[in-house]
């Protein structure tokens, strides 16, 4: 899940200057060519999206004929566009998924209060999905524990867990992290800034190796930053994970969420408070809270393996061919989803993320008409980003270019049809000397940078670029801006409004050809210079000192025939 303030998400990081660095003497240590700008063609965008947002594509679901369209549609593309198959002589790179979906879900029933049972119903009040690749799901009398935030963080000496035996118990989990809702960005858990404790991928791995039997995030639309809407519908029909192997992790019969008010319900079945329990949490010497309830449910589950696809195309560099710049973005969608009242049961993807694939062929045909870069250009369609960025990870884990030698990249997930901004908004600011090169590419534009407003939402661990951020390659993620030039900022939050609360993971995201098309262009270029400056520089750009990406990124660079440590 991604972030919706206004434009298009897409790269990163704010100018040096207003990161409080020293500009010149940063200036002076990199390379920062000066390019011209690219021929970006906004049909070419526009015939895209349509096409991937069309029901032919059926939403664009891992695993189904609709992938099987899509991956055929942009290998055609990618070669118009003037691209060379990227892997080996091949356009795709298999990514092994298990697809599990759930059926025949029985309630949630919570034992052991002075009332007598609570029954929670399947996608009103509860959502639950199992890892396992068992036929049967089966949770029974699971002894209800509030873990808090559920955070084991050593670095930090903070454990939600401590002294905790979890053996077949369920951890009940508040979203995000502890630090939110402070209003600066100091803190143990950087303040109201999300850290990858608090997203929910997080949680269910944490209480997986803590024994658990279950695990349930209590939803709150603010620190999740989306409805239950998006919960339901994304947490509902098939769901793919990444094949687990031979030694799987250890993992939780049950993932699940409930909704804050029968989570209070709960808390109060077993004589607790809920905002009481919420506000002892956030201080580092909380400790979990046995509830003395338990709760059971059951539901089956039909299993398929197969290889979803990522596509990859590539323009060789002309000098330094062995050395490599990233374009990301996701083609997949939920596919058939939770209907919408008019009895609509596609979820077509087209801001999220046809307009971001779309941009991929766009970018690779400009690049083709300006001719080789001097380092290789990689242009990476990736699978499964919905169910939590596996086919992203699958690549970092399995890269067909190694990652040092890997320059960095520009990511681009779902751009809003907003219209031209007066800004850019930069996700993650002042994480590596990427800054630089979004300084240099934003000189002729007349627009300023605009620090995320919204940094509660941990939107930077949300994409596919965390997966090559967090093995250490630079990649850029900003949005396209908070101030209109129509309308200004009121403007642009009620659009971004709109769309998180009617169309985001629902089956009203599709193409409209009255679409506003000035401002994504204006990212385009933007993008385009970015790239173009990557692969013509002669720098290898890192983390920032203090960043928590750089010690892996220097690792990596210290290996022998690593291009960064030039």
């Not at 990522?310 to 997949?332: C, F, K, Q």
Request: hydrophobic share 35%; charged share 25%; net charge negative.
């Amino acid at each position: 899940m991604k972030r919706f303030t206004i434009a298009a998400g897409a790269a990163l990081l704010l100018s040096a200057c207003s990161m409080g660095q020293d500009a010149e003497s940063a200036d002076a240590a990199l390379d920062l060519p000066d390019v011209a700008d690219g021929t970006l063609s906004k049909e070419t965008m526009k015939r895209v999206t349509e096409r991937l947002a069309s029901d032919e594509f059926e939403g664009r679901a891992p695993g189904t004929p609709g992938e099987e369209k899509t991956v055929a549609y942009l290998i055609e593309e990618f070669e118009k566009a003037g691209l060379e198959p990227g892997n080996n002589g091949s356009w795709v790179q298999d990514v092994p998924l298990v697809e599990i979906t759930g059926k025949d879900f029985a309630p949630l029933t919570i034992s052991g209060g002075e009332s007598g049972d609570m029954r929670l119903t399947y996608a009103t009040d509860w959502v639950g999905v199992s890892y396992r690749e068992d036929v049967e799901t089966n949770l029974e009398d699971s002894e209800l524990v509030f873990v808090g935030y559920g955070i084991n963080a050593p670095e930090k000496g903070w454990n939600d867990y401590e002294g905790l035996d979890m053996t077949g118990k369920t951890a009940v989990i508040l979203v995000n992290d502890p630090d939110f809702g402070t209003e600066s960005l100091e803190g143990p858990f950087n303040g109201k800034a999300m850290t990858y404790y608090g997203r929910w991928t997080y949680k269910y791995e944490e209480a997986g190796r803590q024994g658990a039997a279950g695990a349930i995030i209590i939803h709150d639309t603010d620190p999740a930053s989306y409805g239950w809407n998006v919960v339901e519908s994304s947490w509902s029909g098939p769901q793919a994970y990444a094949a687990r192997g031979d030694n799987p992790p250890p993992m939780t019969k049950l993932n699940g969420w409930v909704q804050k008010e029968k989570a209070g319900e709960i808390m109060a079945a077993a004589g607790q408070d809920l905002d009481k329990l919420m506000a002892a949490a956030r201080e580092k010497d909380f400790k979990a809270v046995p509830l003395g309830l338990t709760a059971s449910t059951n539901f089956r589950n039909d299993i398929r393996t197969f290889a979803s696809k990522n596509v990859i195309g590539m323009l060789p560099g002309s000098e330094r061919a062995d050395e490599y710049v990233m374009h990301t973005a996701h083609w997949d969608h939920l596919g058939r989803c939770t209907p919408a009242p008019d009895g609509d049961d596609i979820c077509n993807g087209a801001v999220d993320n046809a307009t971001g694939t779309a941009a991929l062929v766009a970018l690779a045909e400009a690049h083709a008409k300006a001719g080789p870069a001097k380092r290789s250009l990689v242009f990476l369609a990736v699978t499964a980003e919905e169910s939590g960025l596996l086919g992203a990870d699958y690549y970092a884990a399995n890269p067909v270019f190694p990652l040092n030698k890997t320059v960095g990249g520009i990511n681009m997930d779902a751009f809003l049809m907003a219209g031209a901004a007066k800004d850019v908004t930069v996700v993650g600011p002042g994480k590596s000397q990427l800054d630089l090169f979004l300084d240099k590419a934003l000189m002729n534009d007349d627009r300023v940078t605009t620090p995320n407003p919204n940094p509660e939402a941990g939107y930077y661990y949300r994409s596919d670029h965390f997966a090559f951020a967090k093995r250490g390659v630079p990649m850029l993620y900003l949005d396209g801006g908070e101030d209109l030039i129509e309308g200004g900022t009121e403007a642009g939050a009620a659009i971004a409004a709109d769309y998180r609360e009617n169309r985001y993971h629902g089956p009203k995201d599709e193409y409209d050809p009255n679409w506003d098309w000035s401002g994504v262009m204006s990212d385009l270029a933007l993008f385009y210079r970015i790239g173009r400056m990557l692969a013509d520089s002669t720098s290898w750009p890192n983390w920032n000192e203090g960043d928590e990406f750089k010690a892996t990124r220097d690792e990596d660079c210290a290996t022998e025939g690593a291009g960064c440590s030039v």
